[in-house]
């Protein structure tokens, strides 16, 4: 009998080894498709909590390994539209779109990127495609209208209003623009009818009444312009384009001190407004304030430097101020520029005068007699009381206007595109929010406490004792990452990886699974961190700044899917149990009674929060953000006398922004 391998064993041997290899290329493309997963959901996550830069990292990586999957490419144009990166979002929608057509985000996110850049036709065609395959979505067809206006394609806007009307007959916002495009037809009676249909829908519109207001100013009812703008500056009170009309309304109704200081209300708000500039000078002029009056005009002149008209204004006030030198200068631009400018050339004659010039001002005098003898020429009228109140265009270049305010060509309604990305995330946050979480990390605390250092005795032990490339620190609110940042800590992390995958003895280098796992946790790879600081305890179960980081991690993880609409509890159960765990480990650790009491804030706990932000406080007494979260617990809960109390110290330790907070909530008590 042969010894051996049998015909049969190595039939059978042959068919396990088959079996292994299948599994294992089974596995490796699962394996693959896991780890591109983990990678997208990581970019989510950091996108989600607004750090684009890192975001846009992870995004390019998975384009990198798997370029034909279209939602990289449409995450990472999320990220590059709050960056204000316009032309790279559209980009990335383009090639999104051409991966998988039939998304409609895809094409409404384009059309947002286009109108940023005031492609309106195009942006359009996208609201086109994302109508067609989501036709009731009413953001998408006002957004599509307002395009239309901005292309100027009225009758197109008309037709879709008309459609929107008969489907959103309660919708406010509809019959505004339908106004808006009637007024910009000249019909100001149907514009009036609609927008007293807005208005009483919702009265409490902005744009509403800045719609009605610009009507009044084109009948010239400066004082309906001047109540219905104040309306619409109470609604919307940074909008600096209401100020600028309300001052032109304020100014023909004899207000120059309320149009003097909406001038500068503007200018506040925007810098750069030439109409706010250009007309506070002019006013300045009128009451005597010659020196500001030449600010302002310099500013205009520096933004544009070929206006004639703030050139020769600016001349004018050189004069008074006694600058000659400068004021011929001035006048000597604007007659080259109009050399029968007869107005101009007396002006300078007589600066030429008052220095001593006499051949230059007889010469610009003879000009000026030759034309007095010419029949066919005129002497400028001189600025008198009716014409102190005439307002030219901005695009009027008439020099007898030189001492007019200036209106815009084409008043502008300042819309709002319904978008579902520019305040996306910034929409899941309510007002008065809590503090963040402290958590492990290599960056340090700066939160703008300058005096205080997180410290804890174990933490301080783990870095004596592990030996690590970079000191871990305890903080709270992590800034964003910067682009070279975020390479550097991927390298960290790759870094680490492979440490960890050289490890023979686990129990001997198990401080790496830390390590690496608060390296996970500063470029937002939550679950990554997770699965480290399991394995971690695994080996070590008495450690309690693993359990604690592992809740940080659960906790921010779980405010991630619950926005994806995704069930936390059971998640937020398992967060509760290792901040129990951890205090257990270190029950002297404020910080993570200030963490728990913070998870059970934000899931409207209050008095258990309260609880443990008292312990935190009674551990260490210069947490300025467990006063501040403390005092919103207070504050919910209807304690608002201690919540203020707390408030107050939090704004004592350096948390100025407490402030802002306790002057809302003491109004809202002097109003009840």
């Avoid at 009265?203 to 010239?220: C, F, H, N, Q």
């Avoid at 958590?439 to 030996?467: C, I, Q």
């Amino acid at each position: 009998m042969l010894k051996g391998n049998t015909p049969s064993k190595i039939l059978k041997g042959k068919r396990l080894h088959g079996l292994l290899l299948f599994c294992l290329f089974a596995f490796m493309p699962a394996r693959a498709q896991y780890n591109i997963d983990r990678v997208i959901m990581a970019g989510r996550s950091a996108l989600y909590y607004e750090d684009y830069v890192l975001s846009i990292q992870y995004f390019n990586q998975v384009i990198t390994a798997k370029p034909y999957l279209y939602e990289p490419w449409y995450f990472r144009a999320v990220a590059k539209y709050n960056l204000d990166d316009y032309l790279g979002a559209e980009n990335d929608c383009t090639e999104a779109i051409s991966l998988n057509p039939y998304v409609s985000n895809i094409y409404e996110l384009r059309g947002v990127c286009r109108i940023r850049q005031q492609k309106y036709a195009d942006a359009a065609t996208d609201y086109d495609r994302a109508i067609a395959n989501d036709p009731m979505n009413m953001n998408l067809w006002y957004n599509r209208a307002l395009c239309r206006i901005q292309d100027k394609d009225y009758d197109k806007a008309n037709f879709e209003l008309d459609s929107m009307m008969n489907r959103w007959k309660t919708n406010a916002k509809i019959y505004q623009l339908k106004a808006e495009v009637c007024m910009q037809q000249s019909d100001t009676v149907a514009a009036s009818s609609f927008l007293d249909r807005s208005l009483e829908l919702d009265p409490y519109d902005g744009e509403a009444w800045t719609v009605r207001a610009m009507i009044s100013l084109s009948r010239k009812k400066w004082k309906d312009a001047d109540q219905q703008l104040g309306k619409a500056i109470h609604l919307k009170p940074t909008v600096a384009n209401n100020y600028v009309n309300r001052a032109l309304a304020r100014y023909n109704i004899n207000n120059l001190r309320g149009a003097m200081a909406d001038y500068d209300k503007a200018i506040e708000l925007d810098p750069n407004n030439f109409l706010a500039h250009y007309n506070r000078g002019q006013l300045r002029v009128q009451v005597g304030d010659d020196n500001r009056a030449i600010d302002d005009f310099d500013f205009i002149i520096n933004l544009e430097p070929n206006n004639i008209m703030a050139i020769f204004n600016r001349a004018l006030l050189l004069d008074r101020t006694g600058d000659l030198r400068g004021a011929i200068r001035d006048y000597s631009r604007v007659i080259d520029e109009f050399p029968n400018f007869w107005t101009g050339l007396q002006y300078r004659a007589r600066c030429y005068r008052r220095l001593g010039m006499t051949a230059q001002a007889e010469m610009d005098e003879f000009r000026i007699f030759k034309a007095q003898m010419d029949k066919h020429l005129g002497i400028q009228p001189r600025w008198g009381k009716k014409k102190s109140k005439e307002i030219r265009k901005q695009s009027d270049i008439d020099m007898e206007k030189y001492n007019q305010l200036v209106e815009a060509d084409e008043q502008v309604v300042e819309h709002e595109y319904n978008s579902a990305y520019r305040g996306k995330v910034q929409n899941r946050k309510v007002e008065d929010e809590y503090m963040p979480m402290y958590v492990l990390s290599y960056r340090r605390y700066s939160n703008g406490v300058k005096s205080y250092t997180a410290y804890d005795n174990e933490v301080e032990a783990f870095n004596r004792t592990s030996h690590p490339r970079h000191s871990i620190n305890i903080t709270c609110n992590q800034q964003t990452l910067s682009e070279g940042e975020t390479r550097a800590y991927f390298m960290l992390v790759d870094s680490l990886s492979a440490d960890v995958a050289a490890i023979k003895d686990l129990n001997a280098d198990k401080a790496l699974l830390i390590h690496r796992a608060v390296a996970y946790s500063v470029v937002q790879n939550f679950d990554a961190a997770i699965n480290d600081l399991t394995a971690y305890v695994q080996t070590d179960s008495t450690s309690a700044i693993a359990y604690w980081q592992r809740g940080v991690c659960q906790a921010l993880m779980n405010e991630f899917t619950q926005s994806q609409g995704i069930d936390s509890d059971l998640r937020a159960a398992r967060t509760f149990a290792d901040f129990d765990q951890a205090i257990s480990l270190s029950p002297h650790n404020p910080f993570i009674y200030y963490d728990r009491a913070t998870l059970h804030a934000s899931r409207k706990q209050y008095q258990a929060a309260i609880d443990d932000y008292s312990r935190a406080i009674e551990l260490d007494p210069n947490i300025a953000e467990a006063y501040y979260n403390r005092g919103l617990a207070r504050i919910y809960s209807g304690n608002k006398a201690e919540g203020l109390e707390d408030l107050s110290k939090a704004g004592e330790l350096g948390l100025f922004n407490a402030y802002g907070l306790i002057k809302k909530y003491k109004a809202a008590k002097e109003h009840k």
